[in-house]
């Protein structure tokens, strides 16, 4: 990929019409968009392949609410499946069975990459698939205002108290969804005020 000028270069297409899912194209075609996957600790050869992923993603998505998932070889990046030529769903996605499978089938440790159309950080989901997989050695999250959050790691202690929360404001919301977002924003503060060795999930903002 050559650089147009020295702070653009051209990553996903323009579209002539927006909506409140559009993308931020411009920060996404920039190099301060660039930058950030040189602080992902991986080779370099991945390094630039997630990046086209990610834009390749951002530009099948731009202007939809639904969420896409793309799986990725840790070592060099590339692509071992994606579930594009399914009907996506708002604030969720995964892999079909047969999909895992062949991300099984390819024996090696993985990136996963997906988008938030909503701009939020990791949800629980995130991190709980994250948690609960070992292939997986870094998820990402690229929302449609060109933030990206990457998850490194999830203490098995961040399950015990996220389940422990939500069953409790569970008792006090009378809906999953919004008991699910007010857990997860205390857990953000709570693991942003204590000791890097007591952190319950490692998530960070690129």
Same mark, same amino acid.
């Given at each position: ?35 950030? @996957?040189? !602080? ?14 990610? =834009?390749?993603? !951002?530009? @099948? ?5 639904? *969420?896409?998932?793309?799986? !990725?070889?840790?070592?060099?990046? +590339?692509?071992?499946?994606?579930? #594009? ?8 996605? =995964? ?14 440790? $993985? $990136?996963? &990459?997906?988008? +938030?159309?909503?701009? =939020? ?8 698939? #994250? +948690? ?8 990402? &999250? ?8 990457? $998850? ?15 069953? =409790?404001?569970? *008792? $006090? ?13 205390? !857990? ?12 319950? #999930? ?5």
């Amino acid at each position: 990929m050559e650089l147009n000028t020295e702070n653009e270069q051209t990553l996903i297409s323009k579209k002539k019409t927006s909506n409140a899912f559009s993308v931020n194209r411009k920060l996404i075609n920039s190099k301060k968009f660039r930058d950030k @996957f040189e !602080l992902l600790p991986i080779t370099q050869e991945a390094k630039n392949r997630v990046y086209q992923e990610v =834009g390749r993603l !951002l530009e @099948f998505v731009d202007g939809s609410e639904n *969420e896409y998932l793309v799986a !990725l070889d840790y070592y060099d990046g +590339h692509r071992i499946i994606d579930n #594009f030529k399914r009907e996506g769903q708002p604030r969720s996605t =995964g892999f079909t069975s047969e999909e895992y499978e062949h991300v099984l089938q390819n024996d090696a440790e $993985i $990136i996963v &990459v997906h988008n +938030h159309s909503y701009n =939020g950080r990791p949800s629980a989901k995130d991190l709980i698939t #994250f +948690h609960d997989n070992d292939r997986i050695r870094l998820s990402i &999250v690229a929302c449609h205002n060109g933030e990206l959050y990457v $998850i490194f790691n999830v203490s098995d202690d961040m399950i015990s108290v996220y389940n422990d929360l939500l069953k =409790g404001e569970k *008792e $006090i919301v009378n809906d999953t969804d919004l008991a699910k977002r007010l857990v997860m924003t205390r !857990l953000y503060d709570f693991n942003e005020k204590i000791s890097p060795k007591r952190k319950l #999930f490692d998530v960070r903002r690129l």
